[in-house]
Nanobody, 126 residues
């Protein structure tokens, strides 16, 4: 079992930067691929970015690749999401998720992530 806790959310103005953190309880965190998801009010949950077990492979969507950066420190059981130039469209609950995988590749499907955090609210004012 893996427990995940997200921290770092809050209120901010458009153009601000923010870093979210995800702390995992796993003894060997390097066994898991990790992803960040978000869910805006009235919308479906969507993948924001993902990172492989070793951190050598990363995935970004067209809307996040220029402003968001995912990273991890396996020795500390930590994953981070750096968000720059925040916009009102980024307002959502952000979730950290982890999934066991045999290969050092990213996971892009939500059903492949077996463990989820409770989420942290990010609100961006115009």
């Amino acid at each position: 079992q893996v427990q995940l806790v997200e921290t770092g959310g809050g209120l901010m103005q458009a153009g601000d930067s923010l870093r979210l953190s995800c702390s995992a309880s796993a003894g060997d965190f390097s066994m898991y691929a990790v992803g960040w998801f978000r869910q805006a009010p009235g919308k479906e949950r969507e993948l924001v970015t993902a990172i492989s077990r070793s951190g050598t492979s990363r995935y970004y969507t067209d809307s996040t690749k220029d402003r968001f950066t995912i990273s991890r420190e396996n020795a500390k059981n930590m994953v981070y999401l750096q968000m720059n130039n925040m916009q009102p469209e980024d307002t959502a609950v952000y979730y950290c998720a982890a999934g066991a995988i045999r290969y050092d590749s990213v996971l892009r499907e939500s059903h492949d992530y077996h463990y989820w955090g409770q989420g942290t609210q990010v609100t961006v004012s115009p």
